[in-house]
């Protein structure tokens, strides 16, 4: 375990650097743009630290890591950390299972990401849950790690995927989750899966304003033979629509690329899409 002094610091870092962030939505600067490395998962998994350095070459203003950083050592991730402030990058959040949320893992997950110097702590997974009563308990674990979160200027958050916006006894699970949940927990919208599964993210974010800190830009085609393996704006996502409801009424405070393909290789992908992001978006 860390040092208290060591987290206390760490603490103080993430209040921080927060602040600008939420701040910059409402004041209409840049909006950060960070890349979620399970788009370039192979190639991280390869090599992490020249991964991370190519990420931010491109021009990414951040990363988020997904559910195998649980794993690391804390002085494996304080040298992951010593490389983001290096290259003038932050992790803005991390991907979870549901392990992370166990009351025996949550403190391991709260050291980590105080290390990392992320935000936000995100449920990308539920793992299999069963009726509507199922995501009623979700939504409890979800409001209890952000009650002991927030004094430590951390958020929890729920990546959603089609499951959730697909219907189960008359009742989508994200509707239960977000009714169920403080404002305090982080609606990360998956604009992709969310389109996939037949439900209209604009309406998605108008319905629940301010819960959107995170939004995940994955676009996603109805043509069977690409899905998921198209760049932002070769699919079916409204992303002006989409821009202007995160912004407005969602307060994004950062955009995440996700890419699951496309016609090119995972790191050419990347960069593809942070060119199309920009052109889609005039930041």
Known sequence: MMSRDFTSRRSFLALAAAAPLASAARRGKRIPLGL???????????????????????????????????????????????????????????????????????????????????KIIVMASAGKVEKLDGWKAVAESLSQAAEKMKPLGLRAGFHNHQTEFRPIEGRRPMEVLAANTTKDVVLQLDVGTCIEAGSDPVAWIKGNPGRFASIHCKDWSPDPAKGYKVLLGEGAARWKKIFKAAEKIGRVEYYLIEQEGSAYPPMETAERSLAAFRKLHGA
């Open 36 to 118: 979620e490395l399970y788009s370039v998962r192979n190639e991280l998994t390869q090599d992490l630290m020249g991964t991370v350095r190519a990420v931010a070459k491109m021009g990414y203003d951040g990363v988020e890591f997904y559910a195998p950083y649980f794993d690391w050592t804390a002085g494996y991730a304080q040298e992951v950390r010593k490389l983001l402030d290096d290259l003038g990058i932050r992790c803005y959040s991390t991907h979870n299972s549901a392990r992370s949320f166990a009351p025996e893992n949550l403190a391991r997950a709260i050291e980590l990401n105080q290390i990392l110097g992320s």
